[in-house]
C-alpha cells in the first residue's frame, strides 16, 4: 500500500528544471545513498502497483464460497434450521465447510508454489547508488533514484530523463501511439499530456533504442501504470483451455437444470416435504458438478509447473502449460537454441578476403566503445581484441549512434589523440545495410570510388561466406572535422572497408531435438532476420527443408491471404524485419495451427504476445522476458520438449479427473431421477449425496500425481467439448445400467426398506466412482497401466470408509444407514466387479472409435 503524499510525488514535475527536480528529491546525478535508498524504501514502499499480503489470501478463502452450489447448499442448512432439522444442517454444513477448506488448502499451496517461481524472474533494473551503477530489483526503486536505460528494458518507474542519445520508447498502453516515440531531456509545460511529455518516461513502457538516465519521481501505485491498473489489468484473452472449461460449464447448466427441476417436480406431484425435495434437488445438482475443478486445474498446474521448473522451465503464466502441450508449431531463431551461442570472432578481413589489422583495430574500437544493446557480437570482439592485446588507449569516445532495427547498425565517433582537430565515424552492422551508406571502397592504404563492380565482388564474399556457415557483418569508415554531436544523417558517403566474420557453431544435439519434437507432432520453423546463406547453412545441418523458404522481402510483397497458404509450408523465414515476425505467427494461427514462439529480443516482443505461447530465455531482455508466458532457463531445444512432455501430462490429468468425474457422477445422478418416481422414498437423502461425493472427490486431488500413458504425450491434446459430452453420456450411462440393476436387486430380492435401500446404495455408488477412476485414468487396459502410488492408496482408503460406514453405529446413525447383510454385501461387490467388466470393455471399444473416426478425418 502506497504511503506517499500528493506534494511527495511533485504534480506537473515534467514542467521543473532537472537541477531544481534534483535538488526538490534531494537527489543528485550520481544517485542515492544506499542507506538513503533504504529509509526511502520504508517510507513509500514497494515499486509495486499491487500488494499481495493478507488480502489475497482471504481473497481465495471467500472465492471458494463464490460458487453457485455452494451459496444454494448454505441456504439449504439455513432453511434445514428453520424448520428445526439440526442434524441435517449441521451435516450440510460440515461437507461444506470440509469440501471449501480442502479446495483452499489445494489452491493456496499452488498459488504460493508458482509465486516463489515468479519471483525467479523478478524484474532487476541498473541504478547508480553511492556513485556506482548496481543492479537492484525493480521493486525497490524510490522517488530520487537514478536508473540507467537501454534498449530492451522495460521502463520501471516514473520519471525525468536527465541524459538520451536516440533514446526511443514504445508507449502505446498509455497513449495509444502505435510507433516509438523520441525523448529527450528538458521542461515542457505543467498542462501537457501524456503524449507530450517528451522528456518523460513512464513505468510499464518499454525502450526500443538507444541509451538514457531517468530520474525517478513516482513509484508504484503513484505512477501513470498505477492509476489505469484497473484498466490495464483487464482479463487477458480467453486462452483454448478456459474457453474450453467455460462450454463444460454451460452444459453442466442445462443439464442440472433439467434434473434439479424434473426432481422438485416430481416430488410435489407425490407430496414429498418441500424442504426434503428442496435439499435432494440441491444434493443432486451438487452431485453432478465437478465443484474441485477449480482446485483441481490449480493443483495439477502448479504441480506442473514445478516439475518444469526442476526441468529448467520457469511458467509465468499458468494456463500456458495446457497450451504449451497443445502447441504443433514452434517458430524460433537460431542463435543459442540451434546454435551453440557462444559467438567468437574468426576473422576480420579487408574487401578482399585478406585479414586486416586495420579492420580489427577499428572493430574493437566500435565494439568497445558501445553503450547500448548487450550482445554476443561485440562481446565476441572485445574479447577477441583482449587476448591480441590491442590498444585503444589512443582513442577518445565523442558520440554514439545506437544501434536500432530499422538501420541495423551502430556507429562511433571516437578522436584520435594523433591527429586533433579530426573525428572518425566507425559504423558496424548488417552487410546490405553498412554498403548503403557507402560511397568509397578501402583499398590498401587509399580510398577508391564504389563502383557496381566493386559492389558485386563484395556481395559474393558475403554470399561465399554465408554459405559456410559464417556470420558476416560489415565495417565502414569516415574522418570528418570535429564537431559535439553526430546524428544518423552523418552514416553516408562512408568507405567500406572490411568484413568481420563470426563463428556460432550449431549445437551438437539441436537436430535430435527437432526430431524429437517432430515425433510429437510439433514442426519447427526457423525465423530470423540474419542472411538467406548462413541460415540455409544451420537449416541444412538441422535437418530442416531449406527448399521452403521465404524472404522479408518476399513477405512484404505477399498479401494476407497467400501469405496464410504459405506460411504452413515454409521451414526458414529469412532476412524478416521485426513487424513481419508477429504476422508470421498470426498467418500460421489463422489456419489453425497451436503456435509457440521462442525469442529473446527487443523486436521480439510483438510475436511472444501473438503466439499461442511465447517463450524466451533468462537473459532475454526485460520486454521480451514480460512478454513471455514460459521462461526456459537453458536456451535448448531439449529443455523445451521436456516442457512440452510435462505440459501434456498436466493437460492429460486435468482431462482425466474431468471426464471421470463427470461421467460417474452423471450416471448416479440420472439412476436418482429414474427413482425418484419409481420408489416411495427417496434413493438418498441430501447428505448422504454431499458424503458420497465429498468422499469420491478425496482421491481426485491426487490425480495430478498419476503416470501418463506414453501415447498421450507423443501428441497433442485438444479440449474437444463434444468429445467430452460422448465420454461423459456413454460411461454415464453404462453406470446407470449397472445402478439400476442394484436397484432391481435391492426391491425385488432383498425387499430393502428406505434405510437398508439407501445405505447399499450409497456403497455401491461410491465403489463404482472410485473404481471408474483407475479404470478410465488410462486408454490402455486397466491392469496395464500403473496409477501412482499416492492414487492409488488413496482409492483404496476411500473404498474401506465406504464399506466400514455402514458398519460403525455413529456413523451410520448420523447419515441415516445401517450394517449391511453378509449376503447384500457379497452382492454389492459382485455388481461393482461387473461394472469395471463392463466399463473396461466399453472403453477399448470407445477408444477404438475414436481413433477409426481420427484417421477418416485425416
Known amino acids: 500500500m502506497s504511503r506517499r503524499t500528493d506534494a511527495e510525488i511533485l504534480d506537473a514535475y515534467w514542467s521543473i528544471e532537472p537541477q531544481t527536480l534534483l535538488e526538490r528529491l534531494a537527489s543528485r546525478a550520481a544517485g542515492l545513498d544506499a542507506d538513503e535508498a533504504e529509509t526511502r524504501l520504508r517510507k513509500y514502499g514497494s515499486n509495486a502497483v499491487a500488494e499481495n499480503g493478507q488480502a489475497a489470501v482471504l481473497h481465495l478463502l471467500l472465492q471458494q464460497f463464490a460458487s453457485p452450489l455452494v451459496i444454494v447448499l448454505l441456504i439449504g442448512a439455513a432453511l434445514s434450521g428453520i424448520v428445526g432439522d439440526w442434524l441435517d444442517a449441521a451435516i450440510i454444513l460440515a461437507i461444506v465447510a470440509g469440501s471449501t477448506i480442502l479446495g483452499f488448502t489445494q489452491e493456496y499451496r499452488a498459488s504460493k508454489a508458482v509465486h516463489q517461481l515468479r519471483q525467479r524472474l523478478a524484474l532487476r533494473v541498473r541504478v547508480l547508488r553511492d556513485g556506482r551503477s548496481v543492479s537492484v530489483p525493480a521493486r525497490d ?100 483451455f478456459a474457453a ?88 524460433t531463431d537460431k542463435t543459442g537454441t540451434l546454435t551453440a551461442g557462444t559467438m567468437s570472432l574468426h576473422a576480420a578481413v579487408d574487401g578482399s578476403g585478406a585479414a586486416s589489422a586495420e579492420v580489427f583495430r577499428l572493430a574493437c574500437v566500435n565494439a568497445r566503445f558501445e553503450t547500448g544493446i548487450e550482445n554476443p557480437l561485440d562481446a565476441a570482439i572485445v574479447q577477441a581484441g583482449e587476448t591480441a592485446g590491442i590498444d585503444l588507449s589512443v582513442y577518445a569516445k565523442i558520440d554514439e549512434i545506437p544501434y536500432d532495427f530499422l538501420r541495423k547498425r551502430l556507429t562511433i565517433v571516437v578522436e584520435d589523440r594523433g591527429a586533433p582537430g579530426q573525428h572518425r565515424i566507425v559504423s558496424k552492422g548488417a552487410f546490405a ?46 574522418s570528418v572535422a570535429a564537431k559535439p554531436s553526430y546524428t544518423r544523417d552523418d552514416e553516408a558517403g562512408m568507405s567500406f572497408v572490411g568484413f568481420l566474420l563470426f563463428v556460432d557453431p550449431p549445437k551438437a544435439d539441436a537436430a535430435q531435438a527437432i526430431r524429437d519434437l517432430a515425433d510429437r507432432g510439433i514442426r519447427v520453423k526457423l525465423i530470423t532476420g540474419d542472411n538467406r546463406y548462413v541460415a540455409a547453412h544451420v537449416g541444412r545441418i538441422m535437418g530442416l527443408d531449406t527448399a521452403a523458404m521465404l524472404t522479408g522481402e518476399a513477405i512484404a510483397q505477399l498479401r494476407d491471404e497467400a501469405l496464410w497458404h504459405l506460411a504452413p509450408r515454409t521451414a526458414l523465414f529469412v532476412e524478416v524485419d521485426p513487424q513481419q515476425k508477429e504476422r508470421i505467427v498470426r498467418a500460421l494461427q489463422r489456419v489453425g495451427h497451436s503456435v509457440a514462439f521462442l525469442g529473446d529480443g527487443i523486436n521480439d516482443a510483438p510475436a511472444l504476445h501473438a503466439a499461442d505461447v511465447g517463450i524466451c530465455v533468462e537473459g532475454a531482455v526485460d520486454v521480451a522476458r514480460e512478454s513471455a508466458d514460459v521462461v526456459l532457463l537453458q536456451s535448448d531445444l531439449g529443455v523445451l520438449r521436456r516442457g512440452v512432455d510435462d505440459g501434456r501430462r498436466t493437460f492429460a490429468n486435468t482431462l482425466k479427473y474431468i471426464g471421470i468425474t463427470t461421467s460417474a457422477n452423471f450416471g448416479n445422478m440420472v439412476s436418482m431421477a429414474i427413482a425418484t418416481p419409481l420408489l416411495p422414498f427417496l434413493p438418498l437423502t441430501a447428505t448422504q449425496i454431499l458424503l458420497n461425493n465429498f468422499l469420491s472427490d478425496l482421491p481426485s486431488v491426487t490425480i495430478s500425481t498419476d503416470a501418463v500413458d506414453a501415447e498421450n504425450v507423443a501428441r497433442a491434446q485438444a479440449w474437444d467439448i463434444v468429445e467430452v459430452r ?18 432391481y436387486l435391492l426391491i425385488a430380492v432383498f425387499e430393502a426398506d428406505a434405510p437398508l435401500f439407501q445405505t447399499a446404495w450409497f456403497v455401491v455408488s461410491l465403489l463404482t466412482e472410485l473404481a471408474v477412476l483407475l479404470v478410465l485414468r488410462t486408454r490402455r487396459a486397466a491392469w496395464r497401466s500403473r496409477p501412482s502410488p499416492l492414487l492409488l492408496w488413496t482409492t483404496a482408503a476411500v473404498a474401506s470408509v465406504a464399506m466400514a460406514i455402514p458398519f460403525i453405529a455413529p456413523l451410520a446413525g448420523l447419515f441415516g444407514m445401517v450394517s449391511l447383510p453378509p449376503a447384500l454385501a457379497g452382492a454389492a461387490v459382485l455388481i461393482v466387479l461387473g461394472y469395471v467388466a463392463a466399463t473396461e470393455a466399453a472403453k477399448g471399444w470407445f477408444f477404438r472409435e475414436r481413433a477409426l473416426a481420427s484417421d477418416a478425418s485425416a
Not at 590498401?444 to 561466406?465: C, N, V
Not at 453420456?729 to 440393476?741: E, H, N
Open 433 to 478: 545495410n553498412i554498403l548503403e551508406i557507402c560511397t568509397r571502397l578501402r583499398a590498401g592504404s587509399e580510398d577508391i570510388a564504389l563502383t557496381d563492380e566493386h559492389r558485386a565482388r563484395l556481395l559474393d564474399y558475403f554470399r561465399t561466406q554465408g554459405e559456410e556457415g559464417y556470420r558476416v557483418l560489415g565495417l565502414a569508415v569516415r
Open 726 to 743: 460422448r465420454f461423459m453420456i456413454r460411461f454415464g450411462l453404462i453406470s446407470t445400467v449397472f445402478d439400476l440393476l442394484t436397484f
Open 244 to 331: 474450453g472449461v467455460r462450454q463444460f460449464g454451460y452444459l453442466l447448466v442445462r443439464i442440472t437444470v433439467v434434473m434439479v427441476f424434473f426432481v422438485l417436480a416430481v416430488n410435489e406431484v407425490l407430496g414429498r416435504p418441500v424442504i426434503e425435495s428442496l435439499l435432494f434437488a440441491v444434493a443432486l445438482a451438487v452431485g453432478i458438478s465437478p465443484e474441485l475443478l477449480p482446485a483441481i486445474v490449480s493443483v495439477t498446474l502448479a504441480r506442473g509447473a514445478r516439475a518444469m521448473a526442476r526441468q529448467g522451465v520457469i511458467v509465468r503464466r499458468l494456463e500456458a502449460i495446457e497450451d504449451l502441450g497443445s502447441i504443433d508449431v514452434l517458430c
Open 141 to 240: 526503486l524510490v522517488p530520487g533514484d537514478v536508473v540507467q536505460l537501454s534498449a530492451g528494458n522495460l521502463v520501471p518507474a516514473d520519471g525525468m530523463l536527465l541524459e538520451a542519445k536516440d533514446f526511443l520508447v514504445a508507449e502505446s498502453g498509455l497513449t495509444g501511439e502505435s510507433m516509438p516515440v523520441e525523448k529527450q531531456p528538458g521542461v515542457v509545460k505543467a498542462q501537457a499530456t501524456v503524449a507530450e511529455r517528451t522528456n518523460c518516461a513512464f513505468m510499464g513502457t518499454s525502450v526500443r533504442s538507444g541509451a538514457a538516465t531517468l530520474l525517478v519521481v513516482r513509484t508504484g501505485a503513484a505512477t501513470l501504470f498505477g492509476a489505469i491498473a484497473a484498466r490495464l489489468e483487464a482479463r487477458p484473452g480467453e486462452t483454448t
